[in-house]
């Protein structure tokens, strides 16, 4: 093809996984305990160990590609001839965008005969990957960069996100939650239902008494909003922070309440730089659905 399409490590697949699709992405950083690691899909620092690291009390930082490397990152391909789609993790969690879009702007007036495409996701974690699984089905169908960007500013917006914590700590420390609400809900045992909204932003939808509550929850809302209901036959993708067990079971409920999905949800692990601000204990379940409105 004459052109690439790309993204952040953000999108929490596999390296294995972009490479057998040809998906190009760029790495994000991450900081724990005063030391700087890239963000490069658990090759550099296992998942494992991270959250294991967190968990023991660990803290960590994060950081979004420079202009500097998003202009290092997209004229190797450039100068390969090649025009460049290229998808960020959503502006309404990462400044990212910015930086990629000054670095476009920089690059076009060096390469003035290529195309840089700059879309924002407003996806996160493995949706964003689900999204940019898309993509390559799309690419690989023969469709050209101007179709796919096309397809992907009418679609991305059908892309649902829902997700649970099972420790508010990390919510606390974030910001996103109120020391004493954490307090109150550590005590109560409870987990908020989360989604990313129509700007990408997470947005807390509702609270429940214990993970089997806001895991029952989480499926009832994929039964409400999947595309054709109970006969979703579409992509399901959970990610999940060390909590694989959990992941497991929102799977099983899942398989059993969609035909259509018997073995196929598949199960990924949460990168780094989400991992950082929701700590171990997240289960995060993305399918096409309705367009978010709200």
Same mark, same amino acid.
């Given at each position: 093809?004459?052109?690439?399409?790309?993204?952040?490590?953000?999108?929490?697949?596999?390296?294995?996984?972009?490479?057998?699709?040809?998906?190009?992405?760029?790495?994000?950083?991450?900081?724990?305990?005063?030391?700087?690691?890239?963000?490069?899909?658990?090759?550099?620092?296992?998942?494992?160990?991270?959250?294991?690291?967190?968990?023991?009390?660990?803290?960590?930082?994060?950081?979004?590609?420079?202009?500097? @490397?998003?202009?290092?990152?997209?004229?190797?391909?450039?100068?390969?001839?090649?025009?460049?789609?290229?998808?960020?993790?959503?502006?309404?969690?990462?400044?990212?965008?910015?930086?990629?879009?000054?670095?476009?702007?920089?690059?076009?007036?060096?390469?003035?005969?290529?195309?840089?495409?700059?879309?924002?996701?407003?996806?996160?974690?493995?949706?964003?990957?689900?999204?940019?699984?898309?993509?390559?089905?799309?690419?690989?169908?023969?469709?050209?960069?101007?179709?796919?960007? @096309?397809?992907?500013?009418?679609?991305?917006?059908?892309?649902?996100?829902?997700?649970?914590?099972?420790?508010?700590?990390?919510?606390?420390?974030?910001?996103?939650?109120?020391?004493?609400?954490?307090?109150?809900?550590?005590?109560?045992?409870?987990?908020?239902?989360?989604?990313?909204?129509?700007?990408?932003?997470?947005?807390?939808?509702?609270?429940?008494?214990?993970?089997?509550?806001?895991?029952?929850?989480?499926? @009832?809302?994929?039964?409400?909003?999947?595309?054709?209901?109970?006969?979703?036959?579409?992509?399901?993708?959970?990610?999940?922070?060390?909590?694989?067990?959990?992941?497991?079971?929102?799977?099983?409920?899942?398989?059993?309440?969609?035909?259509?999905?018997?073995?196929?949800?598949?199960?990924?692990?949460?990168?780094?730089?989400?991992?950082?601000?929701?700590?171990?204990?997240?289960?995060?379940?993305?399918?096409?659905?309705?367009?978010?409105?709200?």
């Amino acid at each position: 093809m004459d052109y690439v399409i790309s993204c952040c490590s953000t999108a929490d697949l596999t390296a294995e996984h972009f490479k057998e699709r040809d998906i190009k992405y760029v790495c994000f950083h991450f900081n724990i305990d005063g030391k700087d690691y890239p963000d490069d899909l658990g090759v550099s620092y296992p998942f494992k160990e991270f959250y294991a690291a967190m968990a023991k009390g660990a803290m960590t930082k994060t950081s979004q590609v420079s202009v500097g @490397e998003y202009i290092t990152y997209f004229e190797q391909f450039l100068s390969d001839g090649k025009d460049i789609l290229h998808m960020t993790l959503s502006s309404g969690i990462s400044g990212t965008l910015n930086s990629a879009t000054i670095a476009r702007d920089q690059l076009l007036e060096k390469y003035p005969d290529r195309k840089i495409y700059v879309v924002d996701s407003l996806a996160a974690s493995a949706g964003f990957g689900l999204l940019m699984n898309k993509l390559a089905d799309l690419r690989d169908e023969g469709r050209t960069i101007d179709e796919l960007y @096309e397809w992907v500013i009418e679609n991305r917006l059908k892309l649902q996100h829902w997700f649970f914590v099972t420790d508010l700590h990390y919510l606390v420390r974030g910001g996103r939650v109120s020391k004493a609400a954490g307090l109150i809900g550590g005590a109560l045992k409870i987990c908020p239902l989360l989604n990313v909204d129509y700007q990408g932003k997470l947005i807390a939808r509702s609270k429940h008494r214990g993970v089997n509550a806001v895991m029952k929850a989480q499926v @009832e809302k994929m039964a409400e909003l999947a595309q054709n209901g109970l006969d979703y036959d579409g992509d399901c993708y959970i990610s999940n922070s060390d909590c694989y067990d959990y992941a497991m079971q929102v799977a099983d409920m899942i398989e059993d309440k969609f035909h259509n999905l018997k073995g196929r949800v598949k199960i990924v692990s949460i990168g780094t730089t989400i991992g950082s601000h929701t700590g171990p204990g997240t289960v995060a379940l993305f399918f096409w659905g309705s367009k978010r409105v709200d």
